[in-house]
């Protein structure tokens, strides 16, 4: 059965961090570019910081530069997002998606055609 299924998500105080995994399982997970997603409340989903298939070329949203940092490990068949800095705009439930795409990370972050979604991770940033 193909999942994702993303972990990591909680209550944080500004400031504070988090790392996010998104586990990926019935398919091979370095054969896919992976985004990572969030909407918040009343707000349209975003493209946070996505990773390329191949070269593991990265792309971040301007807000979050500097703060979050996406990887994979495709031995774990894993991708995370450290999100240090945090701050309360960054409040939203946080989705991993996959395409199996050599397309750019600046355009997978568009999430448009992902093959497959997790669930969601909520991340709450307040004191």
């Known amino acids: 059965q193909v999942q994702l299924v993303e972990s990591g998500g909680g209550l944080v105080q500004p400031g504070g961090s988090l790392r996010l995994s998104c586990a990926a399982s019935?398919?091979?997970?370095?054969?896919?570019?992976i985004g990572w997603f969030r909407q918040a409340p009343g707000k349209e989903r975003e493209g946070v910081s996505c990773i390329s298939r191949s070269v593991g070329s990265t792309y971040y949203r301007d807000s979050v530069k500097g703060r979050f940092t996406i990887s994979r490990d495709n031995a774990k068949s894993t991708v995370y997002l450290q999100m240090n800095s945090l701050k309360p705009e960054d409040t939203a439930v946080y989705y991993c998606g996959a395409i199996r795409s050599f397309v750019a990370a600046p355009t997978i972050c568009q999430g448009i055609n992902m093959d497959y979604w997790g669930k969601g991770t909520l991340v709450t940033v307040s004191s």
């Open positions: 019935g398919f091979t997970l370095g054969a896919y570019a």
